[in-house]
């Protein structure tokens, strides 16, 4: 189903909502050529996930009636994992749900300094990620989220799959560790080592690995490090940090962030703010036309491993599919970040404490 520019998160009943973008923002390009679509799941999915934040005790009863439908995190999803089956996406989603939380959680314990909860939790989450079956039930509501919904990706896919996906996300857990310890001491990395850093802490090879049980195939490394389907694949996710990194700029200086493109930029190379701003709108905007390149190649290569077996058609229509979501993601985080109120700062009763974080259960005053 093709979706219009508006805000999905409306009430039963409304009418459509339009989306203002801040002409500082707006990317022309993507709003004429990469039509938004969702996944015809989506409504049921948004319920869904809603229930699964309130039932593993992720968000409050008040903050999930107040905020959960307004944070967009199921819209995200079903704009980008088009064709996966309702259970795939569902995991997915439920998934990236965890995800904001745990970011949540990890700015919480660096503002609150609490060093020696960061390191548990790192941990607890390392274990919970090797065995998620034996953490279900674990006292911290994050831990036992991941291994829900961990466990339920594992099952989609083979076990090399699964090992993939683990590895590349111990190396994320250890990403957001080292974060940790630049915001605590204040340290900016380099524009280089932010870069490096980034694609590790936005899950770049996360979300590129979870297109493949969304294509129902697990695709062999002569396919996935082929230079043909990895380009694209890089130059969706970088687009998607690099355009956070420009909407979310505000939120993260109100913050006290050290991690952003723009800040480094500022720091390391001399920009001013309105240099920096313009610096990373271009690199954002070089990712959409390299990506227009790398898709036909990427379709080239689709088609040349059809070679009339039915393994040949099986990675060739799974190709294919990867790199239709590879495109879709363009659209899904573009109008993600104008319609998600975790980018709306300027509405915040106070900047640097997002409205829907609860500062009280986790302990803080």
């Known amino acids: 189903m093709h979706a219009l520019p508006y805000s999905t998160t409306r009430g039963a009943g409304a009418a459509p909502k339009a989306v203002a973008v801040p002409p500082s923002l707006t990317l022309p390009v993507i709003e004429a050529a990469f039509p938004r679509r969702l996944h015809p799941y989506w409504p049921t999915l948004q319920e869904k996930t809603r229930t699964w934040l309130l039932e593993m005790r992720l968000m409050p009863a008040d903050k999930v009636e107040e905020y959960a439908d307004g944070l967009c995190y199921t819209d995200l999803m079903a704009g980008y994992y088009l064709g996966a089956p309702d259970e795939v996406l569902q995991a997915i989603a439920d998934y990236s749900a965890w995800f904001f939380v745990w970011d949540d959680r990890h700015d919480r314990d660096i503002v609150h300094r609490r060093p020696v909860a960061w390191r548990r939790l790192k941990s607890r989450l390392h274990t919970a990620l090797d065995a998620p079956q034996d953490h279900l039930d674990d006292e911290d509501p994050l831990v036992a989220g991941l291994a829900d919904s961990v466990g339920r990706l594992y099952s989609f896919l083979p076990g090399g799959w699964n090992a993939r996906f683990a590895r590349h996300f111990h190396a994320v857990i250890e990403a957001y560790d080292r974060e940790f310890h630049n915001r605590t001491e204040g340290i900016v990395p380099t524009v280089a080592e932010y870069l490096a850093l980034r694609r590790l802490t936005f899950a770049h090879r996360i979300w590129t690995d979870l297109l493949e049980p969304g294509a129902g195939c697990e695709l062999p490394d002569a396919v996935r490090k082929n230079k043909a389907f990895s380009r694209p694949a890089l130059l969706s996710q970088e687009f998607a940090a690099w355009y956070n990194d420009l909407c979310s700029l505000p939120k993260e200086i109100a913050g006290d962030e050290v991690h952003n493109l723009g800040i480094s930029l500022i720091t390391h190379e001399g920009l001013t703010l309105e240099e920096a701003v313009r610096e990373v709108r271009r690199r954002v905007e070089e990712c959409i036309t390299e990506f227009l390149d790398a898709e036909q190649d990427a379709l080239r290569f689709a088609d040349g491993l059809d070679d009339g ?57």
């Open 309 to 365: 077996t039915v393994r040949g058609k099986e990675l060739s229509a799974a190709v294919r599919a990867c790199v239709g979501n590879m495109r879709n993601w363009f659209s899904s985080v573009y109008w993600f970040h104008h319609e998600s109120g975790r980018y709306r700062v300027d509405s915040w009763d106070d900047r640097s404490t997002p409205p829907y974080v609860n500062n009280e259960a986790a302990g803080e005053k």
